[in-house]
């Protein structure tokens, strides 16, 4: 089973619909968690920090359960330009970060 | 501020070949990595150097050498190319090994292999 895992998707919404992606971790001694998004195969970029309380950044709402070892992100009033693959990325001491291998989104107008 | 810069950003090698991909950073960060990224496998660390003069393995290191030249830079070497990696290479780098920090991205190396 690898560390993370993402349904790799595709979702393809509608300009304006609300979309969620769930990850999941292996490794309960995890300690930090991101989502990145990587657009057609150019440099990950840092969307998000997750945070335990939950936390929103515009549009996008990031969750964490650490009892389920369960991250989700929330995207309401998707845009074009949300089209693109995201990375759930979790942290442990003494490793490199560990990356899924991607959600992707397609939003048509 | 450049950030992570890559050199080169795209090259054909024919099987066999050897080439050193550069990785150089200009924001003091201690830490940094190497990654590839295949079609349908995310990304997968080859290589880390936690700090200046270590390196230690990460998933999939063989074929590969690294060397931290100094706090800015880190090579990936390829001493005999193959087929098997084709593939786009990342470099990244954060601040400190067993941070939270998030990590910063090059902008790729596209490589190919004949």
């Known amino acids: 089973r690898k560390e993370v895992e993402q349904d790799p998707g595709p979702f393809n919404v509608p300009e304006g619909a609300t979309v969620a992606f769930n990850c999941t971790y292996s490794?309960?001694?995890?300690?930090?968690f991101f989502w990145y998004r990587q657009d057609c195969r150019k440099e990950p970029k840092l969307l998000m920090s997750v945070y335990s309380s939950g936390n929103e950044d515009g549009r996008f709402t990031a969750q964490l359960n650490r009892a389920s070892q369960y991250i989700s992100l929330l995207i309401r009033d998707s845009k074009l330009s949300d089209s693109a693959t995201y990375l759930c990325?979790?942290?442990?001491?003494?490793?490199?970060?560990?990356f899924g291998k991607g959600t992707t989104l397609s939003v048509s107008s | 501020n450049a950030g992570v810069t890559q050199t080169p950003k795209f090259q054909v090698l024919k099987t066999g070949q050897s080439m050193t991909l550069q990785c150089a950073q200009d924001?003091?960060?201690?830490?940094m990595y190497w990654y590839r990224q295949d079609p349908g496998m995310g990304l997968r660390l080859i290589y880390y150097s936690a700090s200046e003069g270590t390196t230690d393995k990460g998933e999939v290191p063989n074929g590969y050498n690294v060397s931290r030249l100094n706090k800015r830079e880190f090579s990936l070497r390829l001493e005999s190319a193959a087929p098997s990696q084709t593939s786009v290479y990342f470099c990244a780098s954060t601040g400190a090994e067993g941070s939270n920090q998030p990590q910063h991205f090059g902008d790729g190396t596209r490589l190919s292999i004949l």
């Open positions: 990325v979790v942290h442990r001491a003494g490793t490199a970060l560990i």
């Open positions: 490794n309960s001694a995890s300690q930090s």
């Open positions: 924001m003091n960060h201690n830490s």
